[in-house]
Nanobody, 121 residues
């Protein structure tokens, strides 16, 4: 079983920055694409950013230039650097990973528990 543990959420003022982290632990032998999603109150979960195993990235169009996704393969960890935060960025942020384990063929999708980011003055 694989656990994804997020950290770094909290309250920040508009224009501020936060860095989210998500670390994977458990029984797996490789991690493929990693990603971040968010869900604002009353809205559907949406993609924020993804990073593949070769480091290529893609972002939601509305977030390009403010958010940066990265990964540290040695630590099985992904990050989301969020700058110039706006009140509309307020949401629960979820990390997502595709991993290969010793039981299930192919890739399995895992989710973090979510971390709340609140942007308010």
């Amino acid at each position: 079983q694989v656990q994804l543990v997020e950290s770094g959420g909290g309250l920040v003022q508009p224009g501020g920055s936060l860095r989210l982290s998500c670390a994977a632990s458990g029984s797996f032998f490789s991690i493929g694409t990693m990603g971040w999603y968010r869900q604002a109150p009353g809205k559907q979960r949406e993609l924020v950013a993804r990073i593949s195993s070769d480091g290529s990235t893609n972002y939601a169009d509305s977030l390009k230039g403010r958010f940066t996704i990265s990964r540290d393969n040695a630590k099985n960890t992904e990050y989301l650097q969020m700058n110039s935060l706006k009140p509309e960025d307020t949401a629960v942020y979820y990390c997502n990973m595709l991993y290969s384990d010793y039981v299930t063929p192919g890739y399995t999708e895992g989710w973090g528990q979510g971390t709340l980011v609140t942007v308010a003055s």
